[in-house]
C-alpha cells in the first residue's frame, strides 16, 4: 500500500486515521447537562487506503459513522467504517480500485458497475433507523447500538431515484421526511426525484421532474405547505467525466434557479423563480410561509465555496468569497421569476436549527464563521480550511452572538439538544479541535448553552484518540433511541 499524499486534502485535520475504536466514560471537564440523554452522530470521511491519484479530494474518504453516546453526564466514544460495496472491494484487494471523485470513468475495471458512494456526509436518523448518506448514492443503514453496517437502504426495493441527499427535511408535526435525488436516472440527468416517507418510514411518493442543466443540489426546504429547490451552477458534463475529469465546474455566468411547489403537490405544479449569476449555497438554515410568500434563508456566496470546483470552471477567484447569511423571498401571488432578496447576517455555513423549527417560522439559528481575532485558520476540512467561529443569529431582529475560539483551534458543526423549559434555548453539542504541533491535534466534544453562546462551553469532553475532519452530524435522544428497529 502507497503512502497517502501531502496535500491539504490528507495533512491538517485531514490526515487519515482509519482507527475503528471505543471508548467508555471519556474524561468530562464541567457537567453535562442531565437532560442531554441520547446520542450524537457524526460523519467522518477517513480513507481507508491511500488513493489512486494524487489529487484526490477529501471529499471521497470512506464514511466512518462516529457516536458519542451520553448518558447521566458520562459520555462513550465509538467509531466504524461504513461497509460499503466500495470499502469492501478495496479493504479485500488492500487498495484503492476507485479513481476520481464521482468519476467511475477512472475506475479499475474490476469494479464496474459496484456502487461506488462512500456514505460519508451525514447520518440521518428517520422512523426508527439510521442512515449514513452521500448524495452520489443510496443510504447505507447502520445499527445505531452497535454501528454495523446493515446493508443499502432503498425502501425494500421502492425507490427508483438511484440516489438520496444527505439533507432530507423532517416535519417535526407529522413526522413525515421530505428528501430528493439528483441524477437520480444516472450520472450527468438532469432527472430530480421528489420523496416522501412518512412517519413510520415508508415511502408514500416519489414523482421526478428536470432541473435547467444538471448541478450539484446538495441541500433544499420545506415549509409547512411547500417544498423548495435551489439550483446554482456548478454543473456536471458527461464528455468531461468520460476524459477523466471532475465532476463539478463552478459557471459563475450561469444563472442560478429556485423550484417551488406544494409539498404533497404534484411536480407539474412547480414555479420557477431566476436568480443572480454565479452564486453558490450549499446549506440551508430555513424556509417558511407567510401566506402567498415563501421564506428561504440560506449561506450563500458570491461563487462556489469550494476551490477545485472554481477551478474545474476556470473561475479566478481572488480574495474572500463574498456573501453572508442571506433571505431570498417569493411572492407566489405575482407572476413572473423574479424575487426579492435581503441579507440577514455575515458569511459562515453549516447552520443548525431547532428541530421543532423545521419548515417554521423561527427566533434563532446557529452557524459556523471565521473569527477575525482567531489567527489564521486550521487547515483541514472539505474545503481545506476550518471555522473557528459559532453564531447564534436572531433573524428577525439581526442579533448576532459569537462563540470565538483562540487562534490554533477549529470548530465542526454542531448538533442542537432540546432544553426541557420552554424559554431556554437549548444545548449545542459540538467537536472542537486544537493545534497542539506540526499536523498534531487533539479534540475535545463541547456543550454548549445554546442561548448564551459567547460564555463557551459549560462541559468539554476528552477525546482520547485523533479525530478526522467532521462533515454533518445528527442528534438522536435517547427515547427514540430505544426505538430503534435494531437491537443492540
Ligand atoms: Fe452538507
Redesign the pocket.
Known sequence: MGAFPGTIHFTGLNTPVGIEASVRNLDVIGVIPPEVQGAFFRAVPDPAVPPKFADEIALSGDGMVARFLIENGAVDYDIRFVHTARYEAEKTARKALFGRYRNPFTDDASVAGVDRTVAN??PIWHAGRLFMTKEDGLPYEVNPHTLETVGRWNYHGALRSETMT??ARIDPATGEMFFFGYEAGGLCTTDIAYCVADKDGNLVSEQWFQQPYCSTI??FAITQTRAVFPIFPTTANLDRLKAGGAHWAHQQDLESWVAIMPRHGKVDEIRWFKGPKGVSA??IVNAFDEGDRVHLDLCLSDTCAFPFMREAGGVVWEGPLGGGLIRWTFDLSKPGESFEQQPLGPPGDMPRLRDADQGRPYRSAWYLSMNPQGGPPLPGGPVGVAFNALFRIEPGNGRLEMMGLEPGMGINEPVHVPAAAPDHDGWLLMVVDRQTGENAFESELWVVDAGRVHEGPVARVKIPLKTRAQ??GWWVPAADLAQSRHQA
Request: without cysteine.
Open positions: 456526509t451525514t444527505a439533507h446538495h441541500d450549499f446549506h462533515v454533518h
